[in-house]
């Protein structure tokens, strides 16, 4: 399956508020974005290889390039690059205090 366009945005807001050293045309969507999780798969060369510190960093950039809430607690949501853009194209109700 082809990369989204919002899959290669989320891959390149990453990189680029982590400061990676990557291709980001080297990454696959569906590899865990992070190191512990790639280890010892087919995807250990084709994933960010991120940690658990540079979650924070990740809902941040997401955020803010997508205007979206990211709940940090809800690992499964970080599970992959495609996990991401599913959860950021979800609808999501309108907050009624804004309304």
């Given at each position: 399956m082809a990369n989204t366009d919002l899959?290669?945005?989320?891959?390149?807001?990453?990189?680029?508020?982590?400061?990676?050293?990557?291709?980001?045309?080297?990454?696959?969507?569906?590899?865990?974005?992070?190191?512990?999780?790639?280890?010892?798969?087919d995807f250990e060369e084709s994933s960010l290889n991120l940690d658990s510190i540079d979650i924070l960093e990740v809902?941040?950039?997401?955020?803010?390039?997508?205007d979206v809430e990211l709940p940090d607690d809800q690992p499964e949501i970080f599970g992959s690059v495609r996990a991401i853009a599913a959860y950021i194209r979800e609808p999501r109700p309108l907050d009624a205090s804004t309304s």
């Open positions: 899959e290669r945005d989320i891959i390149a807001a990453i990189v680029a508020r982590l400061g990676l050293e990557i291709e980001t045309a080297d990454i696959d969507v569906d590899a865990p974005i992070f190191a512990a999780l790639a280890e010892g798969t809902v941040l950039a997401l955020g803010s390039a997508f």
